[in-house]
């Protein structure tokens, strides 16, 4: 049985004092809770204070991003070590917003996905098609284009540190969310994939995430899927009480 993992993607919303409440906010309601997994997202800056408001929970805290250098004259870039050194335990890559607003190709993608693996870091990886693609009958193949991209060279043992988070992109913040067939459709593809690829037992161990206008109301019809294992969730995650109310549909 793979565990659910619910992930809170806060893109580039909060300032300190918004992120270190709805922090404290999200593990208070949590409590001892422990069948959920559970972390929050928020932007470079408050990782700090957000690690601080996590202290003692069981919530975990992510990056949405990372430069794949070790050090160097990258400026305003942030390196796995850094992440770490902050308290991460994950890290987002791949999010489609980085690969269609800020232009990152799966080549890119790979090479951010090693170096986290490497500084030991987790790695949340993205992959979801257009409305364009869907329309064309395409979803497959992009998908399979993007894991076979996103995870070149990767070992069964790195896969073991590896979530998938299936998020269409006409669904993210769109409020239009993937019927539960067809994100189950979706959601056997890529397992069925990273069978072929790593093995069956890498493929049954993998998390996979549903992620695009996930909310408290729709969360469970997705949850109840055999091959959905979790959400990455954006808009509402930005508030304790929905955030709270889909890691509760995932109990
Ligand atoms: C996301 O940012 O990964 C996301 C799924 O956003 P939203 O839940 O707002 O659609």
Not at 44 to 64: I, K
Not at 116 to 127: K, N, W
Not at 167 to 178: F, L, Q, S, Y
Request: proline share 4%; with cysteine.
């Amino acid at each position: 049985m793979r565990k659910k993992f619910i992930a809170g993607n806060w893109k580039m919303f909060t300032n300190t004092a918004v992120a270190r409440d709805l922090a404290a906010a999200v593990v208070r309601g949590l409590g001892s809770e422990e069948r959920v997994d559970v972390a929050v997202c928020p932007p470079f800056p408050y990782l700090h204070s957000v690690a601080e408001a996590l202290r003692g929970g069981r919530v975990a805290l992510g990056a949405q991003n990372l430069y794949p250098e070790k050090e160097g004259a990258f400026t305003g870039e942030v390196s796995p070590a850094m992440l770490l050194d902050c308290g991460c335990r994950y890290v987002i890559l791949g999010h489609s917003e980085r690969r269609h607003v800020l232009g990152e190709t799966d080549a890119f993608i790979n090479r951010k996905v090693k170096s986290a693996l490497a500084a030991g870091l987790e790695v949340i990886l993205c992959i979801g098609e257009l409305l364009a693609e869907r329309e064309a009958e395409h979803t497959e193949q992009v998908l399979q284009r993007q894991l076979a991209g996103g995870l070149a060279d990767l070992t069964g043992a790195d896969l073991g540190r590896v979530v998938l988070a299936y998020e269409p992109v006409w669904a993210i913040g769109t409020g239009k969310v993937a019927t539960p067939e067809q994100a189950q459709d979706a959601h056997a593809f890529v397992r069925r994939w990273i069978g072929g690829k790593f093995g069956e037992e890498a493929a049954n161990r993998l998390p996979i995430q549903y992620g695009g206008s996930v909310k408290p109301d729709n969360a469970a019809s997705l949850l109840g899927l055999p091959d959905v294992d979790g959400a990455l969730v954006g808009g509402a995650s930005l508030k304790a009480d929905m955030f709270l109310g889909i890691v509760r549909a995932g109990l």
